[in-house]
């Protein structure tokens, strides 16, 4: 089944713990200048502390940290399509 609550998702490192909404302060590097984004919603599973992030908010951050979006005059730039497959980043398994 691939029918997941929205709100809460079992863990998928551990498979014991559950996956929570949490904010937390995400870091980054933008070239060589960390950049940190404070109250950034992330998924940290309550057993062994994973965290996933969220990929419209990957997006958005994306989206905010490329200096070219927003200077685009004419061809529209569009950030990556949502992270819904993401090819060798997971092992498949039945
Ligand atoms: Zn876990």
């Not at 950034?40 to 057993?47: G, R, Y």
């Not at 529209?76 to 039945?94: M, N, S, T």
């Amino acid at each position: 089944m691939t029918d997941e609550p929205q709100d809460l998702f079992q863990c998928t490192e551990c498979q014991a713990g559950v996956m929570h909404m949490r904010h937390i302060t995400y870091f980054t590097w933008l070239d060589e200048e960390l950049v940190t984004v404070p109250n950034f919603p992330a998924w940290v599973c309550d057993v062994c502390g994973r965290r996933e992030y969220d990929a419209r908010a990957i997006s958005w951050l994306v989206t905010i940290l490329n200096p070219e979006t927003g200077k685009a005059s004419g061809s529209k730039r569009r950030v990556r399509p949502p992270l819904e497959k993401r090819d060798g980043a997971r092992p498949i398994r039945d």
